[in-house]
């Protein structure tokens, strides 16, 4: 079964509102990252926290990390159409492997 | 240009042939990966790599093949043992294994 499962699993916004998707694992982790992919192409790393961090922003970007709950979410704020994607949570199964595993994702539809 | 190369985009493969896709990556990546996506889903992992001549299992290994003889290079062999082949398959490369990974542009193989 897979490590990180996302919720929702769609989301449809309007342009300049914003975006909440969360993340839950099962096991301890190093890390977790975000991923976005637009339909048809590879993923893109979007930012990575690491287990002993809360919190982490990058421009439009903000992750959180609560590690007694075992979740994440990611807040994208004053969204655009061009931020309709497919946002993916990945996490490296921690003591258990180290390989990185995906979630199911959410998609993210942004109208203008 | 530095980064991850997937051939080829889309690849035809007739039932009981096997299929090779090429994965090719010259930003000095230890670790490599492949992940299969069906429509409207996450990524599972079928193989992973640490390390040149060294190969891992991931959650969907049955009908698969991979090899790794050289840092650059991890091909994935689709085998005719593999009953529901068709998807989208992503390579990705990692310094290390917890660390962002950089993807390629994906093959989608279709069986006809």
């Known amino acids: 079964s897979q490590q990180g499962e996302e919720d929702p699993q769609a989301l449809s916004i309007q342009e300049g509102e914003n975006a909440t998707m969360n993340c839950s694992y099962k096991t301890s982790i190093n890390n977790l990252q975000w991923y976005r992919q637009n339909s048809g192409r590879g993923l893109v790393h979007l930012i990575l926290?690491?287990?002993?961090?809360r919190e982490k922003h990058s421009g439009r970007l903000r992750v959180t990390l609560d590690t007694s709950k075992k979740s994440s979410s990611l807040l994208i704020t004053a969204s655009r159409a061009a931020d309709t994607a497919s946002y993916f949570c990945?996490?490296?199964?921690?003591?258990?492997?180290?390989?990185?595993?995906f979630g199911g994702g959410t998609r993210v539809l942004v109208k203008p | 240009d530095g980064g991850i190369t997937q051939s080829p985009k889309y690849l035809f493969r007739k039932e009981g042939q096997n299929v090779t896709l090429s994965c090719e990556q010259n930003l000095n990546h230890d670790a490599m990966y492949w992940y299969r996506q069906d429509p409207g889903q996450g990524l599972r992992l079928i193989y992973y790599s640490q390390i040149v001549n060294d190969f891992q299992k991931g959650d969907i290994a049955e009908g698969y093949s991979v090899s790794r003889e050289k840092k650059e290079s991890f091909p994935l062999t689709v085998t005719s043992a593999q009953k529901n082949p068709t998807a989208f398959y992503l390579c990705?490369?990692?310094?290390?294994?917890?660390?962002?990974?950089?993807f390629g542009q994906g093959t989608r193989l279709t069986v006809v």
């Open positions: 990705a490369s990692s310094i290390a294994l917890t660390a962002r990974a950089f």
């Open positions: 926290i690491r287990s002993n961090e």
């Open positions: 990945a996490t490296d199964a921690g003591a258990a492997g180290n390989k990185l595993t």
